[in-house]
């Protein structure tokens, strides 16, 4: 359930409320609005103890949590969350580009093509050390020598970076190197590496299982906000349909939905999602017409030569066409890249 405070709650009368929430074997958790203080009781059953709260003359009102996940709910903060990965903001007025390799493969790889992504509006860089591949015969990913790349890269052309962390074990040292965490698809579910993405307070980026439904990604990034790290940014990058001429299917209407339902931003990754350079751009566009925060692409100066997913990565001149259009369509939707 959701305690609001009357405006001018004194900082005695939240610890107040919070120690009785406490007292109560339930968890809290504070979100200073501009006006007021809301408080999450998370805990089973916790609307049973609505009238213990509702006696408290502090107490605005007491509103219990329809859906099963509660912290990243639109009725637990009706406001929208803007996550700041250094000094970019997700999630606000600014449509923000991830765009970068699929994998890191050599500090020169990374160097050229952080350039031209850079160049051309993208505002944070992405890139795999660690690499979940299909088959265990694949490039599997450079591992920490690919975090250090990152971070100098990261250094050199001031771009916030992103890279994916497969297992709970891997955090410790992939926060070391990068600004934002990535959960992959696969491990959308993984609930220990959920867990220990939220006790970090790096920023993470969420990506939607392949074969999870809207209210199973949303409770994972519950996982991660009840754990106390609240910077969480989605990421639809298709799911598996009987659809088979493209790699997933871009799910443009839960995108759309994720914004009603849900306080956190959400971007879209079309190159995952269509598995195919042609498709990319045109996904890219309709996903910034259904509302979304922003994009992840992969960028390739020689795709033909890419380590992995070669065939859906754009060439710079590509990408600075993308970056182009979708420069109007966020214009025409008063929003800005
Ligand atoms: C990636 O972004 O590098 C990736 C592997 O994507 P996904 O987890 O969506 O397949
Ligand atoms: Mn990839």
Do not use: W
């Not at 860089?125 to 591949?133: E, I, T, Y």
């Amino acid at each position: 359930m959701v305690i609001t405070l009357k405006s001018g709650t004194t900082e005695k009368g939240i610890k107040h409320v919070v120690e009785k929430i406490k007292e109560l074997g339930f968890t809290p958790h504070i979100s200073h609005g501009e006006e007021r203080v809301i408080i999450g009781v998370i805990g089973e059953n916790a609307i049973r103890s609505r009238e213990i709260f509702e006696a408290m003359f502090i107490v605005d009102s007491v509103m219990p949590i329809s859906r099963p996940y509660k912290l990243v709910s639109r009725e637990f903060k009706g406001k929208a969350t803007i996550v700041k990965v250094k000094d970019v903001q997700v999630g606000g007025n600014e449509v923000v580009v991830i765009a970068g390799p699929c994998a890191v493969e050599s500090r020169e790889q990374l160097l050229e093509i952080a350039r031209e992504v850079k160049e051309a509006g993208a505002k944070i860089l992405r890139g795999g050390a660690f690499k979940p591949r299909t088959s265990p015969y694949s490039f599997q990913g450079l591992g920490e020598e690919g975090l250090k790349y990152l971070a100098e890269v990261s250094e050199v052309t001031e771009l916030p970076v992103v890279t994916e962390a497969m297992d709970s074990r891997q955090v410790e040292l992939v926060t070391k190197y990068a600004d934002m965490v990535q959960v992959g698809a696969r491990n959308m579910q993984n609930f220990d590496l959920l867990k220990e993405v939220g006790r970090s307070r790096k920023p993470v980026l969420l990506k939607r299982g392949m074969a999870s439904t809207l209210k199973e990604f949303l409770m994972s990034a519950e996982y991660i906000l009840s754990s106390g790290n609240y910077n969480v940014i989605l990421c639809e990058r298709g799911i598996r349909t009987f659809e088979d001429a493209t790699r997933f299917t871009l799910d443009l209407s839960t995108l759309s939905l994720i914004k009603e339902l849900s306080h956190l931003p959400v971007i879209a990754d079309p190159s995952h999602a269509t598995g195919k350079r042609s498709l990319v751009a045109s996904m890219a566009n309709a996903a910034i017409a259904a509302g979304s925060d922003g994009l992840m692409i992969e960028v390739h100066s020689r795709p033909e030569e890419a380590l992995s997913d070669g065939f859906q990565s754009l060439t710079p001149p590509d990408f600075h066409k993308l970056m182009r259009r979708i420069r109007s369509i966020a214009k025409a939707l008063g929003r800005r890249v």
